[in-house]
């Protein structure tokens, strides 16, 4: 299977290929699996990705900015996952990551 780094990397550069051409009406649609945007569903797993990063480190739980440009959020996902990975979790944590990045893509 790999490093689950590598697999949690992977998995978010294969994201990104998917939604970073999108423009503001891409981002605006409701996803395809719940009843929110597609902004807003990479939004919480944006979180979800600090979140684990924040406990890797032992380090407080921070709300990530939601940015009035949803263009960015592919930046911010790239961002909290090099954290996560930085932080050097369990191998857990890291599958956890991963699977929430593939279930994400899986519901746009």
Known sequence: MGDPGEQLTRGVELFVRQVGHWQQPRWAAVAAAGNVSRADLVHRLVQEI???AAD???EPR???PRLAN???LPDQLR???ADLVAARPSA???A???DEVAATRTAL
Do not use: K, M, Q, S
Request: glycine letters at 4%; proline letters at 0%; charged letters at 25%.
């Open 50 to 52: 600090a979140n684990l």
């Open 56 to 58: 890797a480190e032992g």
């Open 62 to 64: 921070r709300t990530v």
């Open 70 to 72: 949803d263009l960015v």
């Open 79 to 81: 961002v909290v996952a």
């Open 92 to 94: 857990e944590t890291l």
């Open 96 to 98: 956890r990551a991963a």
